[in-house]
């Protein structure tokens, strides 16, 4: 197992954000679930940074873990988001670790 999803699947389980470089951007993520989408895996994940509309709940993104890099795990914890139901974001997409 990569050192990548080592890092994702312990910060899932322990609620703990992470920092990743991501389309050449240094990311804040609380990481919710790690699922599987045709071979490749994802994370779903709350982006700290993103500024969000007034009218806008925040929402979980998917990150695919072949683009993430340089993670670093924080000691920092999280609250999952309201009313998150561990459920990949689509049919066929299969879950494997969800807080």
Known sequence: MDDTRLKLMEAIARKRLVTAHYNGQVLTLAPHLLFE?????FISALNLGKSWRSDEDPRLGHFKLDGL????????EFDPLPGFEPAPPREE???LLAV
């Open 37 to 41: 989408r045709r071979g490749d895996l």
């Open 69 to 76: 890099a340089s993670i670093e795990l924080s000691e920092d």
């Open 93 to 95: 997409d299969t879950p």
